[in-house]
């Protein structure tokens, strides 16, 4: 069992950044697979990247490449979502997931646990 929840969203003014924190308590968290979400305002939950929990390696989805940048602390059971070079289409409520699959996770459905998620409003 793992619990998640998300904190470090707000308001920023377009080309500014913000950095989500995501606390996990659970005693396997290292062994989970950890993936940021987003959802806009009559939208579908969208990927947004990945961080493997062995490897440490990351994948992202295209509109936050080289903006982006997810990291992880497993002593501390955290994970981070670093959001440089913001823009007004990136606000949403992001959420960060656990998988306890290996690998590169993408798809929303193979995550197993959800954060409340935490609201990002870029302004331009």
């Known amino acids: 069992q793992v619990q998640l929840v998300e904190s470090g969203g707000g308001l920023v003014q377009a080309g500014g950044s913000l950095r989500l924190s995501c606390a996990a308590s659970?005693?396997?968290?290292?062994?989970?697979?950890m993936g940021w979400f987003r959802q806009a305002p009559g939208k579908e939950r969208e990927f947004v990247g990945v961080?493997?929990?062995?490897?440490?390696?990351?994948a992202y989805a295209d509109p936050v490449k080289g903006r982006f940048t997810i990291s992880r602390d497993n002593a501390k059971n955290m994970v981070y979502l670093q959001m440089n070079s913001l823009k007004p289409e990136d606000t949403a409520v992001y959420y960060c997931a656990a998988s306890s699959k290996p690998g590169v996770i993408l798809t929303r459905l193979e995550y197993n646990y959800w954060g409340q998620g935490t609201q990002v409003t870029v302004s331009s």
């Open positions: 659970g005693r396997t968290f290292s062994k989970y697979a």
């Open positions: 961080i493997t929990w062995n490897t440490g390696r990351t």
